[in-house]
């Protein structure tokens, strides 16, 4: 039996934690993002002491290889997580 991937999305909700899997999830959903869709991370604050890791790092390294996207902050997910608007640079 073949597994169908969603071709339309308009919410990822990322329950990763680690670096590792959040990254291979992002990559899995760069070419499906559009505009108007949300990117939200249930643990986008919880990192390393020492530095930036996990979710948000990940993130980061997407929005910093990404030209025809933008994510504009949207709403935070209690206490240890965010979400994003994913807009596209091509409409205004």
Do not use: N
């Amino acid at each position: 039996m073949e597994i169908s991937s969603p071709a339309r999305l308009a919410l990822a909700y990322i329950d990763c934690d680690m670096y590792s899997s959040t990254s291979s999830v992002l990559e899995y959903l760069r070419p499906r993002l559009k505009h108007g869709m949300i990117l939200a991370f249930d643990d986008y604050f919880c990192f390393s002491s020492e530095r930036v890791a996990g979710e948000k790092l990940a993130f980061e390294e997407l929005v910093a290889g990404e030209t025809a996207w933008r994510f504009e902050r949207y709403r935070d997910i209690g206490w240890a997580g965010a979400s994003f608007v994913v807009e596209s640079t091509l409409t205004r």
